[in-house]
């Protein structure tokens, strides 16, 4: 292009001589005067206008116009030369753009063929080579691109050879017309080549830039499909891999120049743009977005303290229980501690979503991959900082605060190696591709990680050797860490000491983890009773009789609520609900009703004992036996709640508690006030409208069994006017297994699990062992009673075989068969699904509710007693703990009972 460029003065030249050979002027490009801007030809005195023009003023003008027709003719031959220039120029980036298209066919060629080859096929060797020869060809012509945009158009300018100011005689005027005419023709003519030069220069450089990254793309994935032998020289030191190292840094500097050219044009495109209506409005609508979104983030970044106290409100609001609660406020605790760098992520993408398709300019993009990236670098270190002291806390390990600091200073050195590695991968992977260059980056970053690695061992060096041996580990690692203490070669063993800490400590978090769920824990279960089950078909179950295990032992394991505060468990799960309710029932004379309900065996009963009035009286009435009529009801509450006055009926009662002073009636099984049959639910109607016509001077809390309140709520939804309902859901397997450890240890006797074991274990792994049999069968005991501490407490002691006074040992326990219950019939079912629901029924209670004959009742009641499932007393039949698990899994999967 650039001979084309040159060619227009020749020809300008060759067509400017007259017939006859003989000059009769200076071309245009050989006319260095006019090129270097000197003065046109004056025009002679004597053909300027006079008002007296004789002969020689005649002649005179006669020669002007022939000079001014020579001026006309020599524009018209710039014009046509122009013309011939300007399809040059097109017909040579004609050609030049179908190079370009011929080369990416081979290149999208070679790619497909690489990717359609087998594995075992050696011709990536073939294509390897094709591409690297056009990449050899193509390179030097990208360079030469780039250059022809640095050059300045080569046109020979056109300026006319005479000074045609003055000559205004109307002689001359359609001769200047026609010459003025002529150039501006030229200037547009020149205006455009020049135009549509550097166009074409910029299109062809922009071409070629992409035929070379699809060139060093295809390069790329042909380097990964060499063979072993030939990629690792080329990716090692020798003479192949410095050629390739060499192509690739010449290729960086071209890109690097090429993108400079590019971005030095688009600023001086800028003038231009601002003339444009649409381009000014698109701008100014990014601008504003940009504003919203900078005002927003810092906003939030001010109140950053008022939104971390808008939270923890949040979490106590919408906690339903404690640890609900707990767990939300942690969680807003963290929200707090990590939204500086979330903001940072929403900073880039909020400034992306503004920026719309100018986002995706490399310019542009790569600034915000880094932000992005600096984002997940700080929100990782304080993640992690927190995860630290979470993992403190959860294992109740003392750290002191200058510890602390270490820790997060080693956090933080930790999390800039790997942010730098990382922005260098990524500025490598962007600007080099993922070529030879960029394979050198990633080890020069395995040698720096490795560095960082060996310095973070060394400075933690004394407390990873005192973590590792205060593990108890008494191995042969164990020792060389001992005795390598103080000497330099003991860097290596505490390397590998800090390797076996992170692995178990890596390993007891994600146990714990899976732990936390209830099926993981169920599905152990299973699996350690399965296994404890093949145990006891050889060794034999724990058949021994009650009587037979210490009485201390059998006192401290006793079903009964809980009297000494050394047998209870601190499991009070809406106490703080309870005592807020009592403050404002008491301050601002509200309505005070307390439903307390859950399982039988869940603990109400403790739960009601341990209410605290403060200065307000509490009177417990226990509903000992079934209430039937409303004057029963008035004989049970009167001699509690009014035991001075002369109440004949709940109205007058009602009106006495009303007059009296303010107090706390505590009611337990508040189900033996109903019978699930027409017109059995009087009693209770009365009860709940004591409640509500006394509950501005009585704060009345009641305790009912989970199944009875689900058929009330089915049943009679207007009775349960409570204005809370705490439910007690089941134990924890923790808190089952400090229940049944707090008793052992009242009890005084000492319990061994080694018997759990199904062979024994090397001396060095032996008490790790029975730890691990401990935790299983307190596990299994969880899963088993589904999270009732009186079932827990009732099969761990048919779990124990005494081997002295003061000694017993566990074994495997005998559960009841669910076969057995289904070979009794479904009138069976019926009646205990009817005694759950009632938690007691006497004989006649019973036949009233299922609705069978007395005597059938009296046969199946009977029956399942001798089976001891049911238990009699006070002639009322109940369930017994034993059957209990198994009788509430059958009427459940039979849906006799509410899931």
Request: glycine share 6%.
């Amino acid at each position: 292009m650039l001979a084309l460029c040159l060619w227009l003065p020749v020809a300008a030249q060759s067509t400017d001589e007259p017939s006859g050979g003989t000059p009769t002027g200076t071309p245009p490009a050989e006319s260095e005067e006019s090129q270097a801007g000197g003065e046109p030809l004056p025009v002679p005195a004597e053909v300027r206008p006079t008002a007296d023009a004789g002969p020689t003023g005649d002649a005179a003008r006669s020669g002007l116009a022939e000079t001014l027709d020579r001026e006309i003719a020599r524009a018209d031959v710039h014009l046509e030369a122009l013309a011939t220039l300007s399809a040059a120029v097109e017909a040579e980036r004609a050609r030049e753009l179908e190079s370009i298209r011929e080369a990416e066919t081979a290149t999208a060629e070679r790619a497909a063929e690489l990717s359609q080859r087998a594995e075992d096929d050696r011709s990536a060797t073939r294509i390897y080579e094709a591409l690297l020869g056009l990449l050899e060809r193509e390179q030097p012509r990208l360079a030469d691109a780039m250059e022809r945009t640095e050059l300045v158009p080569g046109l020979a300018p056109f300026a006319p050879r005479l000074d045609t100011r003055g000559l205004d005689t109307p002689a001359f005027h359609a001769q200047l017309a026609e010459l003025d005419q002529r150039l501006q023709q030229i200037r547009e003519a020149e205006t455009e080549i020049r135009r549509r030069q550097e166009d074409g220069c910029w299109q062809l450089l922009d071409a070629r830039a992409r035929l070379m990254s699809r060139l060093y793309q295809a390069r790329e994935g042909a380097i990964e499909a060499l063979p072993r032998e030939r990629r690792r020289a080329l990716l090692g030191i020798s003479r192949e891999g410095f050629d390739a190292l060499t192509l690739e840094i010449e290729r960086l500097r071209i890109g690097v120049e090429a993108w400079v050219h590019r971005t030095l044009r688009t600023l001086r495109e800028i003038p231009a743009l601002l003339d444009d209506l649409f381009a000014v409005g698109r701008l100014t609508w990014i601008a504003l977005k940009l504003l919203v979104v900078l005002t927003l983030l810092l906003a939030l970044r001010q109140r950053r303290q008022a939104l971390r106290e808008k939270l923890l409100e949040w979490a106590d609001t919408f906690g339903a229980t404690r640890r609900g609660r707990r767990r939300l406020r942690s969680l807003a605790e963290l929200t707090a501690t990590l939204m500086p760098s979330l903001l940072v992520l929403l900073l880039v993408l909020a400034v992306r979503w503004a920026l719309g398709g100018l986002a995706s300019r490399p310019e542009i993009d790569l600034p915000l991959r880094l932000l992005f990236l600096y984002g997940i670098y700080a929100l990782a270190t304080a993640l992690t900082y927190a995860l630290a002291l979470w993992l403190t806390r959860r294992y109740h390990m003392s750290v002191a605060p200058s510890r602390r600091r270490e820790i997060l200073r080693t956090i933080r050195t930790v999390m800039r190696v790997s942010f730098a590695l990382a922005a260098l991968l990524l500025l490598s992977a962007e600007v080099l591709g993922r070529g030879v260059l960029f394979h050198k980056v990633v080890q020069a970053a395995w040698v720096i990680g490795i560095i960082a690695f060996f310095f973070l061992i060394a400075r933690w060096r004394p407390v990873i050797a005192e973590a590792y041996l205060g593990a108890g580990r008494d191995g042969r690692l164990a020792r060389l860490v001992e005795r390598t203490r103080n000497r330099w070669y003991g860097f290596f063993v505490v390397a590998a000491a800090f390797g076996w800490l992170a692995v178990h400590g890596l390993g007891v978090v994600l146990r714990d983890f899976a732990l936390s769920f209830d099926q993981t824990r169920k599905a152990l279960a299973f699996i350690f009773r399965r296994r404890m089950e093949k145990q006891a078909e050889v060794s034999g179950y724990a058949d021994v009789a009650i009587d037979a295990l210490p009485a201390t032992l059998v006192d401290a394991a006793a079903e009964a609520p809980a009297q000494s505060a050394e047998l209870l468990v601190d499991r009070f799960p809406g106490r703080e609900k309870l005592s807020e309710m009592l403050a404002r029932w008491r301050e601002d004379d509200t309505r005070g009703s307390f439903l307390l309900s859950g399982p039988k065996g869940i603990g109400k009963t403790t739960w009601l004992n341990r209410i605290d009035g403060g200065d307000l009286p509490v009177i417990h009435i226990p509903i000992r036996s079934r209430i039937h009529t409303e004057h029963a009801l008035r004989n049970l509450l009167a001699p509690h709640l009014a035991p001075d006055d002369e109440c004949k009926d709940l109205a007058s009662l009602s009106k006495a508690l009303r007059d009296g002073p303010p107090r706390i009636a505590v009611v337990d099984v508040m189900q033996n006030l109903f019978v699930s049959r027409v017109g059995g639910y009087k009693v209770i109607e009365a009860f709940i409208s004591l409640i509500e016509s006394t509950s501005d001077k009585v704060f009345w809390i009641c305790g009912i069994s989970a199944f009875a309140c689900e058929h009330l709520f089915a049943v009679h939804p207007e009775l349960m006017i409570f204005r809370h309902h705490e439910v007690l859901r089941p134990w924890t397997e923790e808190e089952i297994g400090a229940l049944i450890q707090r008793r052992a240890e009242a009890s005084g006797v000492q319990v061994e699990y080694d018997a759990l074991l199904a062979e024994r274990a090397e001396r060095d792994a032996f008490d790790e062992r029975v730890v691990e049999a401990a935790e299983g069968y307190s596990r299994l005991i969880w899963d088993y009673s589904s999270g009732l501490p009186r079932v827990a407490l009732h099969f761990w002691l048919r779990s124990l075989v005494p081997v002295d006074d003061n000694r017993v040992r566990i074994k495997l326990f005998r559960q009841p068969s669910e076969n057995e219950l289904l070979q009794l019939g479904q009138r069976a079912l019926f009646l205990l699904a009817a005694i759950v629901v009632h938690e007691n029924l006497s004989l006649a209670e019973a036949a009233k509710v299922t609705r069978y004959p007395e005597a059938v009742c009296r046969i199946q009641l009977e029956q399942m007693r001798d089976r001891k499932m049911l238990t009699r007393i006070d002639r009322r039949y109940r369930l017994s703990t034993y059957w209990h698990r198994a009788v509430i899994r059958v009427l459940t999967r039979n849906n006799l009972l509410p899931d």
